[in-house]
T-cell receptor, first 111, second 116 residues
């Protein structure tokens, strides 16, 4: 089975850096995805990690440690539009590209 | 391209009524998925399909049926709606190249369903 754990909410100031953590326990593992979801909207893909290390995409970076079952999403130079829920999801074993999602971390950006 | 389109966007049903949610994608994706999202529960997989004519159960399949008669469409049916099925339903689709391949899932805008 899969168990994906994320903190529920955090508040940060515009222009700051925030780190969102995700720990996972799965019976197998093919990779970890991060999605952004604004209130009332669909989740949108941000990044994924298969191998250990850091993947950078502009203001967003994602890190993975497979041995520790741990990932984080780093948001730099926070903007008001970054206020959203951030979902981590593990790619389940057995193919079919199925994802097991965490409950999401709500980030609130304040001026 | 429209991407993933869900209809309807909102619906209110009475307990015991039936309905079908439609998901259509124009990206020629092989894989399609239905999720439900409830407060404090995150996204949970209901059913999924790896190709036309095939379906499989996800994490929470009870009370739902699905069909994939055409590659671009994935239908989710509620035969006898219950208040516990009040939720936001998301459809998603993705490419697949090899088993275990990591391809991002693309989501529709969701259907907000209330069962009274």
């Amino acid at each position: 089975g899969q168990n994906i754990d994320q903190p529920t909410e955090m508040t940060a100031t515009e222009g700051a850096i925030v780190q969102i953590n995700c720990t996972y326990q799965t019976s197998g593992f093919n990779g970890l995805f991060w999605y952004q979801q604004h209130a009332g909207e669909a989740p949108t893909f941000l990044s994924y990690n298969v191998l250990d290390g850091l993947e950078e995409k502009g203001r967003f970076s994602s890190f993975l440690s497979r041995s520790k079952g741990y990932s984080y999403l780093l948001l730099k130079e926070l903007q008001m539009k970054d206020s959203a829920s951030y979902l981590c999801a593990a790619n389940c074993p057995g193919g079919n590209n199925r994802l097991a999602f965490g409950k999401g971390n709500q980030v609130v950006v304040i001026p | 391209n429209a991407g993933v389109t869900q209809t309807p966007k909102f619906r209110v049903l009475k307990t015991g009524q039936s309905m079908t949610l439609l998901c259509a994608q124009d990206m020629n994706h092989e894989y399609m998925y239905w999720y439900r999202q409830d407060p404090g529960m995150g996204l949970r997989l209901i059913h999924y399909s790896v190709g036309e004519g095939t379906t499989a159960k996800g994490e929470v399949p009870d009370g739902y049926n699905v069909s994939r008669l055409k590659k671009q469409n994935f239908l989710l049916g509620l035969e006898s709606a219950a208040p516990s099925q009040t939720s936001v339903y998301f459809c998603a689709s993705s490419y697949s190249i090899d088993p275990g391949d990591n391809q991002p899932q693309h989501f529709g805008d969701g259907t907000r369903l209330s069962i009274l």
